[in-house]
């Protein structure tokens, strides 16, 4: 459907003298469009999991050389950036409180809420999630719907290296406050993850809940609860602590979602 747009990108990927085509800026420029329409994404779900566009990356990448630095004024304040803003929030049904900011080729779906907040270019953002105070949207992550980024949340961004994944959030997700996920970890539908998890591609998430540890790599698992945890690892200097995340429990199936959301948080007392 967007081969030509992809071979266009490739080739300025591979040759940038041919940045300074007409044609091939206006073609960056419709994938950036694109982009912010949600028509397009840098990755997507496929019946085989999920599926990076690394060309669409390369073409996020090919938009910042080619834009001129500029400056914004927005009443009394000012920016000076090469990206415009995001605009038309109340034709997109979408809650913006100030501070919020999204750039331009972010994706904002109906009836997202904005606290004061950031979504970086090439992120998408799932219908009706609140991205809390302070919650930060990296470049190109993915964000279900209905998902809740807590206050102080912190989703990494990623261009570079471009066979890299972005940082994928299923539907239904819960994210508590000061809860770090970068390097593309993956979680699945309806996590919750308690206050100050931190997860990186070399953080172990361990499953307690049965008589022996399961380890998990770089995504956790359907409905699971997790907390922040420590683990003994050994080094030339002695035994220290390091962190890791702990897999307590499992949200219920059976009922509600909203439920049970709730009882999960109050059955195993997780901070939020």
């Known amino acids: 459907m967007y081969e030509n747009l992809k071979q266009s990108i490739e080739a300025a990927w591979e040759d940038r003298n041919l940045l300074k085509s007409a044609d091939v800026q206006s073609n960056i420029n419709e994938v950036i469009e694109l982009l912010d329409k949600g028509t397009l994404r840098t990755a997507e779900p496929t019946e085989n999991g999920w599926q990076v566009n690394e060309w669409v990356k390369k073409a996020v990448i090919l938009y910042f050389p080619i834009r001129k630095m500029e400056t914004i004024e927005v009443g009394p304040f000012e920016f000076h950036d090469k990206m415009a803003l995001k605009t038309n929030y109340a034709e997109l049904g979408v809650r913006v409180v100030p501070h919020a900011i999204a750039r331009y080729g972010a994706f904002i779906a109906r009836d997202v809420v904005m606290m004061p907040s950031y979504v970086n270019i090439g992120a998408y953002v799932g219908q009706g999630t609140m991205v809390d105070t302070w919650a930060t949207v990296g470049s190109c992550a993915q964000i279900g719907k ?42 699945e539908k309806e996590v919750v993850l308690g206050a100050n998890v931190v997860l990186t591609k070399s953080t172990k998430i361990i499953d307690v809940t049965g008589d022996q540890p399961v380890e998990y790599d770089g995504y956790v698992p359907a409905r699971s609860v997790v907390i922040p945890g420590t683990r003994t690892k050994k080094f030339p200097a002695g ?6 995340a702990l897999i307590i429990g499992k949200r219920k199936a059976s009922t509600d979602l909203k439920t049970s959301l709730n009882d999960a948080l109050r059955e195993y007392d997780v901070a939020v």
């Open 146 to 187: 209905h998902v809740h980024l807590s206050g102080g949340v912190g989703i990494g961004g990623v261009l570079e290296p471009i066979q890299a994944a972005p940082v994928i959030i299923e539907d239904n997700c819960f994210i508590g406050s000061r809860c770090i996920v970068v390097e593309g970890v993956r979680l």
């Open 239 to 244: 035994e220290y602590q390091v962190p890791c």
